[in-house]
């Protein structure tokens, strides 16, 4: 069954950058776009980064362009999330998923930047 585990969050100043990392098995990874999503404390998932299979198209949302890179590793069946110039509200909680509607996600990682 497909299986993801995010990993990578922690806490950072703002200004600062953290790497996600989400380790897929289960699929065949390199068929399926992947997408990264967060929730925030009180609020609904939001959509945040979408990548092809092939990992040649991203797509971001407009509140992390520029700041946030999606990447992934086909061999290593891995997604990636480069996060820099953080900003305090995107402490939330990160989830990898398999669709685009982000029902098929892991557990998350936790993010907290503090100002």
């Known amino acids: 069954q497909v299986q993801l585990a995010e990993s990578g969050g922690g806490s950072a100043q703002a200004g600062g950058s953290l790497r996600l990392s989400c380790a897929a098995s289960?699929?065949?990874?390199?068929?399926?776009?992947m997408s990264w999503f967060r929730q925030a404390p009180g609020k609904g998932l939001e959509w945040v980064s979408t990548?092809?299979?092939?990992?040649?198209?991203?797509h971001y949302a407009d509140f992390v362009k520029g700041r946030f890179t999606i990447s992934r590793d086909n061999a290593k069946t891995t997604l990636y999330l480069q996060m820099n110039t953080l900003k305090p509200e995107a402490t939330a909680m990160y989830y990898c998923?398999?669709?685009?509607?982000?029902?098929?996600r892991g557990q998350g990682t936790q993010v907290t930047v503090s100002s």
């Open positions: 289960g699929f065949t990874f390199s068929s399926y776009d």
């Open positions: 998923a398999a669709d685009a509607l982000g029902v098929t």
């Open positions: 990548i092809n299979g092939g990992g040649a198209v991203t």
